[in-house]
């Protein structure tokens, strides 16, 4: 299954600039996704993080693997979920192995480990050149 920005915008309720995932190129509902994204140099974010040498920031790669967790959790759940809006419980054992730079396509993953009761845990990892750059545990749950 393959979703560009118009139909992931669908699932979740992030806009530009604050929307971090581009595409989703595969999806198993209730278990994985993967998608891309690529962080223009023009990010409002770099323009700070660091001017003579800019690097996307960690939490930002983090906040496009919530997205992509969510993307997951919506398309996997739609016919409960519809009209909640995500909320992320915690962040967990976020590790930064490789540091992202504008323009550099990232491969993010997605994977479901755990539900109840509209909780939902998720692991996730983002690839820079094939080579882990940040995996995360995330939790999160929906606001009715």
Request: charge should be negative; hydrophobic fraction near 45%.
């Amino acid at each position: 299954m393959f979703m560009n920005k118009e139909e992931i915008k669908k699932y979740l309720p992030h806009r530009e600039p604050f929307l971090f995932v581009d595409t989703v190129t595969n999806l198993n509902n209730e278990k994985n996704i993967e998608g891309t994204v690529t962080f223009p140099s023009n990010s409002f974010f770099l323009e700070g993080h660091f001017p003579e040498r800019p690097i996307v920031p960690g939490v930002i790669i983090v906040e496009s693997l919530a997205q992509l967790g969510g993307i997951l959790i919506y398309k996997s759940f739609e016919k409960d979920l519809i009209g909640k809006d995500p909320a992320l419980i915690a962040i967990e054992a976020a590790k930064f192995k490789k540091p992202t730079l504008p323009e550099e396509k990232l491969i993010i993953k997605a994977e479901l480990v755990k539900s109840k009761l509209n909780i939902f845990k998720i692991y996730a990892e983002a690839y820079n050149d094939d080579i882990l750059a940040v995996s995360s545990n995330i939790t999160a749950t929906v606001l009715a």
